[in-house]
């Protein structure tokens, strides 16, 4: 099933083409790691598909059914409680189901009690990719989920992610995380859009 279709996306900032003659296809069941130098564009063109960013002539098409749950790179650090905080996003589970949720990303007894405010970056970005799954989103969208995580945590969202039935879109660095999520690779440049072998 498509899910997204992009027609000759261009974005320019000020004087400078971020990227121009865009063409993809997303389809069900994709996983899809995007690549790229610094500055090439790939946040913006994540912003473009979420619709945090808007183009003059819009050439995004997206599925009815499509629901995105984005993960950014700099999540809100909120005076919320995990545990409150998984309970208030899923009210159709109950306590023992939130409770087992949470242990299986490594929120144990001593921490889902902990203010988010007070979480690491690796903790609140597993914290962050359970909401988003619990929310039933058929498609992911990521940005540069390894950063800061020590490498217990990246095999814990590899793991998830390698379980999800829905697709995932995803901005990385990290090679290995690519690999081990056996992703198409795109890279990203002022030209378009190239396949990329990793």
């Known amino acids: 099933m498509l899910l997204i279709k992009a027609n000759k996306l261009f974005k320019q900032i000020g004087d400078k083409t971020l990227f121009e003659n865009i063409n993809f296809l997303i389809h069900s069941g994709d996983k899809i790691g995007l690549v790229g130098k610094n500055g090439s564009g790939k946040p913006t063109l994540l912003k473009l598909i979420i619709g945090d960013l808007r183009l003059k002539n819009n050439n995004i098409q997206i599925g009815k059914r499509v629901i995105i749950g984005y993960l950014k790179q700099n999540l809100e650090k909120q005076n919320l409680r995990v545990w409150k905080h998984i309970r208030e996003s899923n009210l159709h589970l109950g306590e023992q189901k939130i409770r087992d949720y949470l242990a299986k990303f490594l929120f144990k007894k001593n921490t889902i009690n902990k203010k988010i405010k007070g979480l690491s970056g690796g903790e609140?970005?597993?914290?962050?990719?359970?909401?988003?799954?619990?929310?039933?989103?058929?498609?992911?969208?990521?940005?540069?989920?390894?950063n800061n995580l020590d490498i217990e945590t990246i095999e814990i969202l590899e793991s998830a992610l390698n379980t999800y039935q829905g697709t995932i879109l995803f901005v990385s660095h990290d090679i290995q995380f690519i690999k081990n999520l056996t992703a198409e690779v795109y890279e990203l440049n002022k030209s378009g859009l190239h396949t990329k072998a990793v």
């Open 124 to 146: 609140l970005t597993r914290l962050e990719l359970l909401n988003l799954m619990l929310k039933k989103s058929n498609f992911l969208i990521l940005d540069e989920p390894t």
